[in-house]
């Protein structure tokens, strides 16, 4: 297997447990009949540390866009993925939009918008394993300034790390 093929792959068992994830937020929120029940749940500390959560790995799904125009991968299947991403992730956030004060913690469009991060040349800016966006930042750099870890040779985001762990497969890509 060619090393894009290898990438590409990883890339694809990414956004499917990606989208599995927010479904599952999706189908949570559904199954809630009332609408001030499903305030309550949200509102709780334990239904603002899931959305976190789940917002978390949308920022992971971003990253991976990024990273794949980075890379210049233009493959339909993972674009289609990365349409389906975005189709449950706007549904959720209809079920958030009922309640304001949830919905102005979620992080704006622009704050995860990864498509303007260009891999550099520089040996110092290493690719994240997992989204294959750039993990060390430079001064004035539009990426985030997550804490990225060392991993046999590999730089990982943490979060993209922890999602792949936790989500996805027991070894890092």
Known sequence: MCIMEAKVNSLQKCLNSIYKVIRTANDTMCAISKPSVCSEVLLSPQGI???????????????VEGGMKTLDISNETLQHSLRDIE?????????????????QMLPAKSTIDCSAVI????AQNETCGVCQLRTLNEPNDLNDTENSILH???????SCANFWLNCVDSNLP
Do not use: D
């Not at 540390?49 to 990253?63: C, H, L």
């Not at 891999?119 to 520089?122: E, I, M």
């Open 152 to 158: 046999n040779g590999c730089c990982y985001h943490a």
């Open 119 to 122: 891999a550099s040349g520089n």
């Open 49 to 63: 540390a899931y959305i976190s959560g789940v917002t978390e790995v949308y920022r992971v799904a971003k990253r």
């Open 87 to 103: 189709i449950i992730w706007n549904n959720l956030q209809a079920f958030l939009s009922f309640n304001p004060s949830m919905l």
